[in-house]
């Protein structure tokens, strides 16, 4: 019993809120899912909490730590590790039911000092390297969906890049990284990862040779990743036939760090272009039956590594810096079948109301009401004005909790000061006595700021 209370409490602490997205968003991670890929998200570890942890839990059911299981970050002295980023990431998706995207294990970039500027021999430095492909992924087994492995192995022109394993180690760190990762988890779906691979040109030809090779000597490779660093207007037009010509050597394909960025500001226009761009994207994966996901690159605005490498760019994620989504939000969620009312960015705000009239005491002249207004809408009520027209002759004598009076059959109710707001989905009630003679039928009708209520009575 003890056991179990505290693994609530933990789940409680890690499952993200109620998201504050409109009521009416359509929730990706449930769009993509009916149409068998992720829709994933890097984060950040130490911002999964408020608003960026709900919307996080609600919207993705993938996500990729963008920083904290480098390896920098996990072993920055040799031999001594730091898993706190990593663990929190890989339990928060435990606990949101989330895919995780182990990311990345071999890379040129972000290594330790101690890696970096050390002088190892050949042999040292290939223990090293599948040292530490064992020891984390090891140390996640079981518990990482997708692994990127190799990370960025290529120049512009497609030849290999020259990094401290390869001028080295030459081609062959791939496939020890590869075969390294395979023994510590043989259910993680193993992937090589770069950018500017999108489309077909040099770069995306060289990853196809690359993968050709490690597929010809029997290297356990599963997966293509594509990163999709993208720039508004420039998405490549070859983006889904390149895709399909990798799933066609045999892997798996993926989007795995998409943003489109744009010149600065942002505007309507630009806006709307790159709704088109993110569902064009996520459109071509679905058109590639061996397209497992699409995983954003932050997914908030204010979690974008771009206004920082890319002075005067940004605004490249579908949700801008305040949590609230974007056009390309809704481009997403169209290209995997939504068809709410997204079309030009944020759906057109609602209105609606629904009232409950109930009559709680009735005397021989004289009764006493209680009415309840409820905001049905998707934008808020500020203020409002209740009316609705006696059927038999009744006459508000005294009102709490609003001013109400009468002009012939037709009562009005204006809000007191303090439920004169009514967020959507919330109510405001007040209550009164009223006089009657001969009938007492309760109102069939009422509007809420002239638009009629669903009426309910009790
Ligand atoms: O998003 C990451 C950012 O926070 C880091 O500062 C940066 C360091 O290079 O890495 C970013 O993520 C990169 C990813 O790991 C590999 N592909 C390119 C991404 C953007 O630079």
Redesign the pocket.
């Known amino acids: 019993m003890a056991a179990v209370s505290a693994l609530t409490a933990a789940t409680v602490a890690l499952v993200g809120l109620a998201a504050p997205a409109h009521a009416a968003d359509p929730v990706l991670r449930d769009l993509a899912a009916a149409k068998g890929i992720y829709y994933g998200t890097?984060v950040t570890s130490s911002k999964l909490s408020g608003t960026y942890g709900a919307v996080t839990g609600a919207q993705f059911d993938s996500i990729t730590p963008?920083?904290e299981m480098?390896w920098g970050t996990v072993e920055p002295n040799r031999g001594s590790f730091n898993w706190a980023g990593a663990d929190r990431v890989v339990d928060f998706a435990e606990a949101n039911g989330q895919q995780v995207r182990g990311?990345?294990l071999v890379w040129h970039?972000?290594m330790p000092n101690w890696l970096a500027n050390g002088s190892f021999s050949n042999t040292e430095l290939r223990t090293i390297m599948t040292d530490h492909v064992t020891t984390e992924v090891t140390r996640y087994k079981g518990r990482i969906d997708h692994w990127d492995v190799v990370?960025?192995p290529l120049n512009e022109d497609g030849t290999m890049r020259g990094s401290k394993f390869y001028n080295q180690l030459g081609e062959s760190y791939i496939a020890d990284a590869f075969r390294a990762a395979r023994a510590a988890d043989p259910a993680a779906k193993l992937y090589i990862n770069d950018?500017n691979t999108d489309g077909t040109g040099p770069k995306s030809n060289g990853m196809y040779s690359l993968v050709q090779r490690l597929k010809a000597q029997g290297v356990p490779i599963d997966g293509v990743g594509f990163?999709g660093?993208l720039i508004l207007g420039q998405v490549p037009a070859t983006l889904q036939a390149n895709l399909q010509r990798f799933a066609d050597l045999g892997v798996e394909v993926a989007i795995t760090?998409l943003d489109i960025r744009m010149t600065l500001p942002a505007t309507d226009a630009k806006l709307a272009q790159q709704k088109t761009e993110f569902k064009a994207v996520t459109n071509a994966c679905l058109a590639v039956a061996r397209c497992e996901g699409v995983t954003v690159?932050?997914f908030t605005d204010s979690d974008s590594?771009i206004p920082?490498?890319f002075p005067g760019e940004g605004a490249a994620t579908p949700y801008d810096a305040g949590f609230q989504p974007k056009p390309a939000y809704y481009g997403i969620a169209e290209a995997l079948g939504w068809t709410g009312d997204g079309g030009g960015g944020d759906p057109t705000p609602t209105t609606g109301c629904a009232v409950t009239y109930a009559v709680q005491s009735q005397w021989n002249t004289g009764f006493t009401a209680n009415v309840t207004v409820r905001n049905t809408g998707t934008s808020p009520v500020n203020g409002w004005t209740l009316r609705w027209t006696w059927p038999s002759g009744q006459s508000v004598t005294q009102a709490w909790n609003a001013t109400v009076t009468q002009s012939g059959a037709q009562a009005t109710a204006v809000n007191a000061a303090h439920n004169a707001a009514i967020a959507p989905g919330g109510s405001a009630t007040f209550g009164f006595n009223g006089a009657w003679s001969g009938g007492n039928t309760a109102p069939g009708a009422f509007t809420l700021n002239g638009a009629a209520c669903a009426v309910a009575l009790s």
Request: proline share 0%; aromatic share 16%; net charge negative.
């Open positions: 890097a963008a920083n480098k990311h990345t970039s972000q990370n960025e950018y990163q660093h760090e690159w932050g590594w920082d490498v």
